[in-house]
């Protein structure tokens, strides 16, 4: 079951997304393209995970590191799949990153990795927005990862667990990463359990697994699509500040 959280008519609905329709809990079916998608969870915090593939960390001239590493994306980068990414002017490089999201179902804490998936709720898109110039800059990657608006998600919420699901963004409709959720090199139980040794995961946060090779750069007026087999396509318009 694919699960939305949508705007119709000024009004906040959450419903199940099925082939070409939205079906409104509260009553009513929609097409996709006449509600304003909201991001389908409100993370208390996203959870990212830096060179989980391989052929990424080689792009960028890194090794795959010996356990995952974790950054945090605080809850005002978040955005839906309805709004647009602002450029924002403190970056000369914004880069797209397609990576599967895993949306933790319910509160957890030093869990194992055979126990996991028992806290995942779905799997949904994200596009960690990336600021490229800002990466190389800094250790910690705040300005790089944390901006306003670096965290589209959606367009919907999956609850069906596969390790194998096909990866693909597109820039203006050109295929520019295209990979699989398989080569990753920590697995979902792997990075849940991992990421609960060190922190509280709450209802509605967010791991976002990585990204395949191919990340690149966006310029305002490009339309970015994010699309994983099986759960949908997650795309914004990147405007300049004040659009």
């Not at 994306?73 to 924002?88: E, H, L, Q, R, W």
């Not at 898109?125 to 589209?152: H, I, L, M, Y």
């Not at 060190?198 to 750069?217: C, K, M, S, W, Y």
């Amino acid at each position: 079951m694919r699960r939305a959280r949508f705007v119709k008519d000024g009004i906040i609905h959450e419903g199940t997304v099925r082939d070409d329709e939205i079906v409104s809990e509260s009553g009513g079916t929609y097409p996709p393209e006449e509600v304003n998608f909201l991001a389908p969870c409100g993370p208390t915090k996203v959870i990212g995970v830096g060179r989980n593939y391989a052929e990424h960390a080689d792009e960028l001239g890194n090794d795959v590191p010996e356990f995952p590493l974790f950054f945090l994306k605080p809850s005002t980068a978040v955005i839906g799949a309805s709004d647009p990414i602002v450029y924002p002017d403190t970056t000369d490089e914004l880069h797209y990153e397609a990576e599967l999201g895993v949306v933790i179902g319910r509160a957890c804490r030093d869990v194992s990795e055979d126990e996991a998936l028992d806290y995942v709720g779905g799997y949904t898109c994200v596009n960690d927005v990336t600021a490229r110039d800002w990466q190389g800059r800094e250790s910690q990657w705040f300005r790089a990862k944390g901006g306003d608006g670096f965290c589209p998600i959606g367009p919907c919420i999956h609850d069906e667990h596969v390790d194998d699901r096909g990866i693909e963004t597109r820039l203006n409709g050109e295929t520019v990463q295209e990979s699989t959720t398989a080569l990753m090199h920590y697995g979902v139980a792997e990075l849940v359990a991992e990421a609960s040794r060190f922190v509280t995961l709450r209802e509605g946060d967010v791991i976002a697994t990585g990204t395949p090779e191919g990340v690149g750069a966006m310029e305002p007026g490009d339309t970015v699509e994010v699309e994983i087999e099986g759960i949908g396509t997650l795309e914004n318009d990147v405007v300049e500040p004040g659009s």
